[in-house]
T-cell receptor, first 111, second 115 residues
C-alpha cells in the first residue's frame, strides 16, 4: 500500500525560513511532487524530485532522500502570499501514473 | 495554452438531481484525473483515464458516480442522484504519461453544493 504523512499546519513569520516535511511509503518510487494550493484555488505545481538531493528554485527548494522515504520543502524569505496549503504527492507508475496526495500542510505566515 | 478547463465553476443543486461536471484537458496530455477535495478527506482520486480508457475507478464512492471520456479533449463526471454528502470541490487534472518533470496540471475546479 501507500501512505504519505505531513504535518497538518505550521505557522511562521514573514521574512523567516520554514521547512515542511513529508514522509512516504510506496511500493516502487517514481518521484515526488510538491504542490501549492491557495484557499479556493486549484493546486499548482511547485517541484518534482526523482533523485536524492536538493533542488533549488528561487525562494523554494525541495529535498529528497529515497532511502529514508523523506522529502521536505524549504521556503525562504517568507512572504504573506506564501500562506497556503502545501501538498506532497507521489505518482504510482505501476498503476499508470496515479497521483496520490498527502493531506496537506496549512502554512500561515504572520507579520 | 488555455490549461485544463472545467465547467461549471459553481453548481448548486437539490438532493436527488443529476449533476454533470465537465473537463477539457490540455491538448497532448494523454492522462486525465478526477479528484474530489473536502476538508475532512483532502484530495481524493476518484478515477483516471489513460488514452481515453478508464484505468482505475477504485476511488469512485458508489454507483451514483460515473465518468466518461468519449475523446481526447473531453471528459464528464456525473452524479445521479446527488446527495448532500457529495458537496465538495471537484478537480480535473491532466498530464502527459509519464508526468515526470512536467507534473500534473489542475483545472480551476467545480464547487458543488447539494442542498
Amino acid at each position: 500500500g501507500q501512505n504519505i504523512d505531513q504535518p497538518t499546519e505550521m505557522t511562521a513569520t514573514e521574512g523567516a525560513i520554514v521547512q515542511i516535511n513529508c514522509t512516504y511509503q510506496t511500493s516502487g518510487f517514481n518521484g515526488l511532487f510538491w504542490y501549492q494550493q491557495h484557499a479556493g484555488e486549484a493546486p499548482t505545481f511547485l517541484s518534482y524530485n526523482v533523485l536524492d538531493g536538493l533542488e533549488e528554485k528561487g525562494r523554494f527548494s525541495s529535498f529528497l532522500s529515497r532511502s529514508k522515504g523523506y522529502s521536505y520543502l524549504l521556503l525562504k524569505e517568507l512572504q504573506m502570499k506564501d500562506s497556503a496549503s502545501y501538498l506532497c504527492a507521489v505518482p504510482l507508475y505501476n498503476q499508470g501514473g496515479k497521483l496520490i496526495f498527502g493531506q496537506g500542510t496549512e502554512l500561515s505566515v504572520k507579520p | 495554452d488555455a490549461g485544463v478547463i472545467q465547467s461549471p465553476r459553481h453548481e448548486v443543486t437539490e438532493m436527488g438531481q443529476e449533476v454533470t461536471l465537465r473537463c477539457k484537458p490540455i491538448s497532448g496530455h494523454n492522462s486525465l484525473f478526477w479528484y474530489r477535495q473536502t476538508m475532512m478527506r483532502g484530495l481524493e482520486l476518484l478515477i483516471y483515464f489513460n488514452n481515453n480508457v478508464p484505468i482505475d475507478d477504485s476511488g469512485m464512492p458508489e454507483d451514483r458516480f460515473s465518468a466518461k471520456m468519449p475523446n481526447a479533449s473531453f471528459s464528464t463526471l456525473k452524479i445521479q442522484p446527488s446527495e448532500p454528502r457529495d458537496s465538495a470541490v471537484y478537480f480535473c487534472a491532466s498530464s502527459p504519461t509519464p508526468a515526470g518533470v512536467y507534473g500534473y496540471t489542475f483545472g480551476s475546479g467545480t464547487r458543488l453544493t447539494v442542498v
